[in-house]
């Protein structure tokens, strides 16, 4: 039994039974992390909901024994949301994980919030319909957390984030009562749009029990195309030219050369090695829409300076293609110890100027940063390959880190595209925002959370 708050761990253990509550330093360990490099707390324990009763029973108790509570789905997260704080109750929700119902008469799919996300996507796709988000980790992130970090994926050029797709909520409050936000009327103007606010929170106003979301028809006809670059600022002019011909594809995706060649030595994909760049380019809709569009595109290509453009000749070679942007990350985690995954975003017209800069970075501060990420969005992945052992290369780490945030800030960026606030960047979370807006989202969470005992200290400091 924990040593933290024994008479809490005996409460637990009352409400969800024992098989649901771990103490034991061997099993509370994992849950101690997320996938952020260098963030670890040791939580008192770790507890299993089945149901909403169950998570408002373990939100009153931790109330009660003043203990933070911290929401875990699959603990995939790259901003070090779901990594405990000092004292805290991991409220884990993988086993809530039904998939309640697929309505195909109003395209609606409603999932407990532990449900993996590539179940989501096989449920609709069984029934010919289509859920669009596709974060890298879909295969084992949860939809929760998709919601609780507004996640993105590789189709989000044209078919948005989580956010788009998600029409209704269920959610424990921080007093423990459970509410529903939000219904399967598409048109729905009622109140304020309180369901919004929970979308991206990162489990610190509340936590997502049930999702209810917005499904579409599955798309008739899809075409893959890998345009490849002798020069960076070629595949950048690309995205432009792709864009300005007003087609949008579902995927623009983006390796830079050190990402290549490390994909390549992975997944033998027949990747050119000796190139700068590659872009990975979908599209999808009606088949003569995709066979136009995937014309225009590849002329487009050839047109701004492509050395070789492959056009996928059948499904299966375009789900060959498509791993290679899929596979980038863990392609690169091979290489050094310790993997740190940036996700910052710069409107389109700053990409090539941005990633000439990381470049810059990696050099100033003797660095090895492979860069990829989602082009068409302006969301880059500088991936900095590193040890954190090695205490004087992560202090170099830090600085780089400090100035590929400040760069992009100077561009008109973002701190974060995708992965969220968290940990990482909470430091530089007011310099975007500025006073004003910073002290609004800070009111919104005493508002919410007058305790400050869901997620505290994440995305800013407790007050
Ligand atoms: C290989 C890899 C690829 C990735 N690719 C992408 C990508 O393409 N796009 C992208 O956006 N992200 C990506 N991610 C990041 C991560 O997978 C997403 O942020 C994902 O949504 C996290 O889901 P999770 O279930 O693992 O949540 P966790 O990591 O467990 O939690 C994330 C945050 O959500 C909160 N939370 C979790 N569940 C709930 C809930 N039910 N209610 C309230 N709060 C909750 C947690 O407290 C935490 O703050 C990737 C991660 C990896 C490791």
Not at 224 to 245: F, G, H, K
Not at 294 to 315: D, F
Not at 343 to 349: F, I, K, Q, Y
């Amino acid at each position: 039994m924990s040593p933290g708050n024994p008479e809490l761990v005996n409460a637990l253990v009352q409400v969800l039974g024992s098989e649901n509550v771990l103490t034991a330093l061997e099993d509370i360990l994992p849950y101690g992390f997320d996938g952020t490099a260098t963030f670890k707390q040791r939580p008192v324990a770790v507890v299993f909901a089945h149901d909403a009763a169950q998570v408002s029973a373990v939100i009153k108790l931790a109330r009660t024994h003043r203990a933070p509570v911290v929401t875990r789905g699959s603990g995939t997260g790259l901003s070090g949301g779901s990594v405990p704080v000092p004292g805290a109750v991991v409220l884990c929700l993988v086993k809530m994980d039904r998939i309640l119902e697929v309505d195909p008469a109003n395209l609606t799919l409603r999932a407990e919030a532990g449900a993996i996300t590539q179940k989501i996507f096989d449920a609709a796709d069984a029934t010919g319909l289509f859920y669009p988000p596709d974060p890298g980790s879909m295969k084992i992130s949860t939809i929760g957390g998709n919601v609780a970090e507004n996640s993105g994926g590789l189709r989000g050029l044209k078919y948005g984030v989580t956010r788009d797709y998600v029409m209704g909520l269920e959610v424990v409050l921080a007093d423990g009562s459970i509410c529903w936000l939000g219904s399967k009327c598409v048109k729905d103007v009622a109140g304020y749009n309180l369901r919004d606010l929970f979308i991206g929170s990162e489990g610190t106003l509340g936590v997502v029990t049930q999702v209810l979301l917005k499904l579409l028809p599955k798309p008739a006809a899809r075409q893959t195309l890998l345009a490849t670059y002798a020069r960076m600022d070629s595949a950048a002019e690309t995205v432009s030219a792709i864009i300005a011909a007003k087609i949008i594809p579902c995927t623009l995706e983006f390796l830079d050369r050190k990402t290549i060649q490390c994909v390549e030595d992975f997944a033998k994909v027949g990747l050119p090695r000796d190139a700068e760049a590659i872009l990975l380019i979908e599209t999808d809709g009606h088949p003569a829409a995709v066979a136009d569009e995937a014309a225009k595109i590849e002329e487009l290509c050839r047109a701004h300076g492509a050395t070789s453009v492959r056009r996928a000749a059948t499904a299966a070679e375009a789900a060959q293609l498509a791993t290679a942007r899929r596979s980038a990350f863990s392609a690169l985690a091979r290489l050094r110890p310790t993997t740190i995954l940036e996700d910052v975003t710069v409107p389109r017209s700053e990409l090539a100027g941005m990633i000439r800069e990381v470049e810059a970075i990696a050099t100033r501060h003797q660095l090895n940063i492979a860069t990829f990420g989602h082009f068409g969005d302006g969301n880059l992945h500088p991936t900095i390959l590193t040890d954190e052992r090695d205490t004087a290369e992560m202090h170099r780490v830090e600085l780089a880190f400090a100035d590929i945030v400040q760069a992009t800030l100077a561009r008109g960026g973002t701190i974060t595209g995708e992965h969220g606030v968290g940990l990482a960047k909470k430091p530089f979370l007011k310099s975007q925002l500025g006073d004003a807006s910073y002290e609004l989202l800070r009111l919104v969470k005493r508002s919410l959370d007058p305790d400050g005992l869901l997620n505290p200290g994440k995305i800013f400091d407790q007050s």
